[in-house]
């Protein structure tokens, strides 16, 4: 167990140094940099002016020396300060984070709320309930978010005027106002996994059911609930939680788009002002964050299967 | 000139008439166009004899708020406009585009070269530190300074040398007279700040020690700002507003639900069609004003087809302005010849410019004449962001396929597009200009030839080059008016720029909020004079 905690640890030291990279590559090859954004398009922009700025931003050093830097930084904890504000890329992130991870983990919740129990009853009561939960999943997947949410938008702020407060209130300062602001975004966020986790319960359900081991448990005598919770479910949630795993890196993505049309001061807002703005360490700094949450999650959850099912040992 | 009555007469708040009179450019505007707006969409800023009373807070929301508040380095108007709450110059240009004196009492000019500025005594910084003369000279020096990388470095270009003469006098020699000298000294790019401020260059880019009638007291970058009365305001009694919130809201849907909730105060609009949602609720006060931006369709002249000036004319009299006015523009805005009607004194009235009139026909002979036969391929950019933009490209897209062009539309972001202007590689582009308030400054970068003018449609004539150059001299403002006129009929004439429409300024507000002026570049300037009425 101990090697494989620290083989995967390994392993996600290489790849995070692999995402640097791409980063780091990749936002230097869009087009147009912090220089151009930065003075707009009514500047009197002269040849001085554009390399006073570069060298401002120490954008006139070769690539390696600037990703050298970047990565010593790196390696002694520091992720930078951002180009436009002057703020710690660190700082910057940490006060956005509390945002979206509470978007993160309200829309998983909903998603596990709404998807197992529409799962299961999709896998027990065949027919006219079965068919019901294969549209609303169907559905849940096929809308995009950002559409879903500006229809939400659209018929409980315009036309049903219950209007959220637009200012950003942390559940700790009023649970309820702050549920308020989050309910829209979550709901929006968990809709598309929520779909994604009732067909992987059924499924997963449907199979299980068909096993002996459940027959046997039938045949001792036991409720049907317990059959169904205890013997069934249990053994059918390796594939769900698996597949909730896979839905957390859809979420991390989704976080960016939902708060754009929320107006959400999250993770994902930051990102998106960084990019359009070019501030590279801010940019860097994000998506090295979000990766690196992503592999932990997944480490989690692979092992979590060790403790859901015995059987399965790492080594 | 030099007197201080305008800021003083500024001072009793605006009175019913004097906004008619500001707003009357759009009565015109809308009688030429046709559109109808009813009357209190434009008027109601404040009950006559009203006295403004001191206190209370309003939030703003605004789609897009800067991520650095650097005086002398952030460009795009957008997250400039709130500067003026904070930062101020030596000059500041009226709301009838005149240059008056702000942190100078008054100046003397000496010769068409020579200026001496007496500063106004007693302006205390945000720090607390007395401004004089030599904080003057450092602001001014850094945006020249090419080191300091300012994109208003260019408009300062003039001055020769900056000579403190005592502690509150200050020489500016220029190199040669400027009609736009002190115009230029009020330009966005600019803010007196305390000589001691700058030690790395970056302090300034999240905290503000301006002169200014507020102060920054938050500030979190693309998401809030939080100013606060400055009660060692240099003009004793303003502002009368405790604090002002802006709240970045991206989304424009938000904002109209936000007002209607109470949530938020105020809104400038960047989008017709949202203004559209609230302009009949009488429960807020919605103002439309002239502004000075322009929506115009930028051609490429030295790029097929557009190099050849027969088909530039083609390109205008194919777009029918009107329709996209009317579509892209919502009907909210002005049709305009080559300068916005908001620049009441410099612009040209349509009907006496060439080639404004939609005339398919003609347009399809000029092709013809420049030997190309239909369908003639043109591509035309969109900027990425700008929803009027995109719009406008739809109408002018369907107008110019009607008289033998195959336009194909191009979408980039606006990194690449800027990139590509200075690389000199830009093809013809649906563009958003202004914030200009002299011809001067709205013509010399985009069509003096180099190497004065550095411009992205790659366009010259040296009979234009020399009316520039003369305007630019020449310091009669009738004298001025005339070489003006005629540039703007040349440039009528070979429209390498095809102006659409100027789009209004929008404001919604709550009804509570009294004395709101609207400034003709949409900067904020309003907000000095604004007060809250319970």
């Not at chain 2, 369709?297 to 006015?325: F, Q």
């Not at chain 2, 180099?450 to 040296?462: H, T």
């Amino acid at each position: 167990m101990r090697a494989y905690v620290l083989r995967r640890l390994l392993a996600m030291l290489a790849t995070l140094l692999g995402v640097s990279l791409i980063v780091f590559g990749l936002m230097r090859l869009i087009p147009g940099t912090v220089v151009e954004q930065l003075l707009g398009q009514s500047a009197l922009i002269t040849e001085e002016t554009l390399r006073s700025l570069r060298v401002f931003f120490g954008l006139d050093r070769p690539w390696y020396v600037q990703f050298g830097e970047w990565a010593w930084g790196l390696l002694r904890g520091d992720l930078g300060h951002s180009w436009r504000s002057d703020r710690p890329v660190a700082a910057l992130i940490l006060s956005r984070l509390p945002v979206s991870a509470e978007l993160a983990v309200l829309s998983v919740a909903w998603s596990l709320i709404i998807g197992i129990p529409l799962g299961i009853v999709g896998a027990v009561r065949r027919g006219s309930a079965d068919g019901f939960v294969r549209i609303v999943s169907t559905l849940g997947l096929s809308v995009p978010a950002f559409w879903q949410g500006t229809l939400l938008i659209l018929l409980f702020s315009v036309y049903l005027q219950w209007m959220p407060s637009l200012q950003w209130i942390p559940f700790t300062q009023d649970p309820l106002g702050n549920l308020s602001i989050m309910a829209l975004p979550a709901l929006t966020l968990g809709t598309a996994t929520a779909a994604m986790i009732s067909r992987m319960t059924r499924s997963a359900m449907l199979d299980v059911l068909g096993q002996d081991y459940v027959r046997t448990a039938r045949a001792k005598g036991l409720g049907p609930q317990r059959v169904l919770l205890r013997h069934a479910l249990r053994n059918a949630l390796i594939p769900i939680i698996t597949v909730a795993g896979v839905q957390m890196g859809y979420i991390l993505g989704g976080i960016v788009v939902v708060e754009d049309v929320f107006s959400l001061p999250g993770v994902g807002r930051l990102l998106l002002d960084a990019i359009f703005q070019r501030d590279y360490p801010v940019v860097q700094g994000t998506i090295l964050v979000g990766a690196a949450l992503f592999m932990l999650l997944n480490f989690t959850v692979d092992l979590l299967y060790a403790v859901i099912d015995p059987r399965i040992q790492y080594q | 000139m030099g007197s201080d009555d305008s800021y003083a007469r500024d001072r009793m708040g605006v009175t019913r008439r004097e906004f008619l009179k500001a707003a009357g450019g759009v009565g015109v505007g809308l009688a030429v166009t046709g559109l109808g707006v009813p009357r209190h969409l434009w008027t109601a800023a404040a009950a006559p004899g009203a006295t403004p009373r001191r206190g209370g807070q309003i939030t703003f929301g605004s789609a897009a708020l800067p991520a650095s508040i650097e005086p002398h380095l952030e460009g795009a108007d957008i997250y400039q406009r709130r500067k003026p709450l904070f930062y101020e110059t030596l000059t500041w240009v009226d709301f009838d585009l005149v240059p008056r004196p702000m942190l100078a009492e008054r100046w003397e000019e000496r010769s068409p070269t020579e200026y001496i500025f007496h500063l106004r005594r007693g302006v205390k910084f945000h720090n607390g530190k007395e401004m004089d003369a030599e904080d003057v000279k450092y602001s001014y020096e850094r945006v020249l300074d090419p080191k300091t990388g300012s994109g208003g470095r260019g408009d300062l270009i003039m001055i020769r040398s900056i000579d403190v003469v005592d502690r509150y006098t200050l020489r500016f020699t220029l190199h040669e007279p400027n009609a736009t000298f002190l115009i230029n000294l009020a330009g966005k790019y600019n803010a007196v700040i305390p000589k001691d401020a700058v030690r790395t260059g970056r302090e300034l880019q999240q905290a503000a020690v301006g002169t200014g009638p507020f102060r920054v007291e938050g500030f979190e970058p693309n998401r809030r700002l939080v100013l606060r009365r400055f009660d060692d305001y240099w003009d004793r009694g303003r502002p009368y507003l405790d604090g002002i919130t802006f709240q970045a809201i991206p989304d424009e849907s938000s904002l109209v639900a936000g007002l209607r909730a109470g949530q938020i105060d105020m809104v400038q609009f960047e989008s017709g069609a949202n203004f559209q949602l609230v302009r009949h609720l009488r429960a807020l006060n919605n103002i439309q004003a002239p502004g000075i931006r322009w929506v115009v369709l930028d051609l490429a002249g030295d790029m097929e087809p557009t190099k050849n000036p027969d088909v530039r004319r083609a390109v205008a009299l194919a777009i029918d302005r009107d329709a996209v006015l009317r579509i892209a523009g919502n009907g909210l805005g002005q049709r305009l010849g080559v300068l916005p009607p908001a620049m009441t004194f410099w612009a040209m009235p349509v009907d006496r410019l060439p080639n404004q009139k939609r005339d398919v026909a003609r347009a399809r002979e000029l092709l013809q004449r420049a030997g190309l036969r239909p369908p003639v391929p043109l591509t035309i950019r969109n900027i990425v962001g700008f929803p009027s933009l995109a719009a406008s490209i739809q109408v002018i897209a369907d107008n110019l396929r009607e008289a033998g062009f195959e336009v194909k539309v191009e979408t980039v972001d606006i990194g690449v597009w800027i990139k590509d202007w200075i690389a000199r590689q830009s093809p013809s582009t649906v563009n958003e200009w202004g914030g200009f308030v002299d011809p001067d400054q709205a013509f010399y970068r985009h069509y003096r030839q180099p190497p004065q003018g550095v411009d992205f449609r790659r366009w010259g004539n040296p009979e234009v080059d020399r009316l520039l150059d003369e305007g630019r001299r020449t310091l009669d403002r009738n004298r001025r008016k005339a070489i003006y006129d005629r540039v703007q009929t040349m440039l009528a004439d070979d429209p390498i720029s095809v102006p659409l429409y100027a789009p209004h300024l929008l404001y919604s507000l709550n009804r509570k909020i009294q004395g709101f002026r609207p400034y003709p570049t949409g900067f904020l300037y309003g907000l000095r004079f604004v007060w809250i009425e319970e």
